[in-house]
T-cell receptor, first 111, second 117 residues
Framework: SQQGEEDPQALSIQEGENATMNCSYK?????LQWYRQNSGRGLVHLILIRSNEREKHSGRLRVTLDTSKKSSSLLITASRAADTASYFC???????????FGKGTMLLVSP | DGGITQSPKYLFRKEGQNVTLSCEQNLNHDAMYWYRQDPGQGLRLIYY???????QKGDIAEGYSVSREKKESFPLTVTSAQKNPTAFYLC????????????????FGPGTRLTVL
């Protein structure tokens, strides 16, 4: 069964606004990863946050992890039209060499 | 120029035919993965391999087969037993597990879009 589930399914904003996407999962994890996919392309890794971390930054990206609520959020600040893509969360479990992906959030940033 | 490549980009198959999708990586990664993606859906794991000459079934292995004879290569065969093979197929590789033995980031190829005619 799918471990991660993103919310919202789709998000439409204007350039310059912030975009927030959420991911909920069901079982304990060791790390949670966010990926980006442009239409018809492969996924690109954005950021990995471990279960003992609460927040991580990378450029305009900010990821938080709340293990008590089994949820994570991805914030993209000052969004650009080039940020238009689908964003997926994926969870990794200790001792397992696979990831489980959610269905993704489709982000549209209008100029 | 390190990376992971997939070929072909587009593939058309007649019903009843087997087709093989290529995946090659020069990242020196031990682990390789095959995913299937349907429109508006997430990725579902078909097969994965953690080491040469070894592979395991994922969540939706029925109708697919793989081999891992070389570290760099992990081809996927879509057999005629796969009832609904039209989809976007993604190959990925990873250096394996890291801290707390949880999986490290995965690097993805550009994908192959398979259409059954």
């Amino acid at each position: 069964s799918q471990q991660g589930e993103e919310d919202p399914q789709a998000l439409s904003i204007q350039e310059g606004e912030n975009a927030t996407m959420n991911c909920s999962y069901k079982t304990s994890i060791n790390n949670l990863q966010w990926y980006r996919q442009n239409s018809g392309r492969g996924l690109v890794h954005l950021i990995l946050i471990r279960s003992n971390e609460r927040e991580k930054h990378s450029g305009r990206l900010r990821v938080t992890l709340d293990t008590s609520k089994k949820s994570s959020s991805l914030l993209i600040t000052a969004s650009r039209a080039a940020d238009t893509a689908s964003y997926f969360c994926a969870t990794g479990l200790s001792g397992y060499s696979t990831l489980t992906f959610g269905k993704g959030t489709m982000l549209l940033v209008s100029p | 120029d390190g990376g992971i490549t997939q070929s072909p980009k587009y593939l058309f198959r007649k019903e009843g035919q087997n087709v093989t999708l290529s995946c090659e990586q020069n990242l020196n990664h031990d682990a390789m993965y095959w995913y299937r993606q349907d429109p508006g859906q997430g990725l579902r794991l078909i097969y994965y391999s953690q080491i040469v000459n070894d592979f395991q079934k994922g969540d939706i292995a029925e109708g697919y087969s793989v081999s891992r004879e070389k570290k760099e290569s992990f081809p996927l065969t879509v057999t005629s037993a796969q009832k609904n093979p039209t989809a976007f197929y993604l190959c990925a590789s990873s250096s394996g597990t890291g801290a707390l033995r949880a999986i490290n980031e995965q690097f993805f190829g550009p994908g192959t879009r398979l259409t059954v005619l």
